[in-house]
């Protein structure tokens, strides 16, 4: 059974930063896709950034040049570095794994992220 564990949260001033961490265990498969999705009250689960086996990258025009994502494969380990962070940043942010490409995905259980004064 695949399992995400999402960590690095918090409440934070805007303009600060934070790391988000997600592990995924339970597989013995090279996974092919990682990203960090987020979510606030009443609307859609959005794409912040997602990173392949090979390190190919994609992020939210909303968060490009301040958001860095990155992966260690051998630690099934995908990382979030969130800089210049915005009141407007402010959701929780899922981990998301695709295994095998064509697969269906698997979701963490969130982290909450808060940017206010």
């Known amino acids: 059974q695949v399992q995400l564990v999402e960590s690095g949260g918090g409440l934070v001033q805007p303009g600060g930063s934070l790391r988000l961490s997600c592990i995924a265990s339970?597989?013995?498969?090279?996974?092919?896709?990682m990203g960090w999705y987020r979510q606030t009250p009443g609307k859609e689960r959005e794409l912040v950034a997602m990173?392949?086996?090979?390190?190919?990258?994609n992020y939210s025009d909303s968060v490009k040049g301040r958001f860095t994502i990155s992966r260690d494969n051998a630690k099934n380990t995908v990382y979030l570095e969130m800089n210049s962070l915005k009141p407007e940043d402010t959701a929780v942010y899922y981990c998301?794994?695709?295994?095998?490409?064509?697969?269906?995905?698997?979701w963490g259980q969130g982290t909450q992220v808060t940017v206010s004064s």
């Open positions: 339970g597989t013995r498969f090279s996974i092919y896709v």
């Open positions: 998301r794994t695709t295994i095998i490409r064509g697969t269906s995905p698997y």
């Open positions: 990173i392949t086996r090979d390190g190919i990258t």
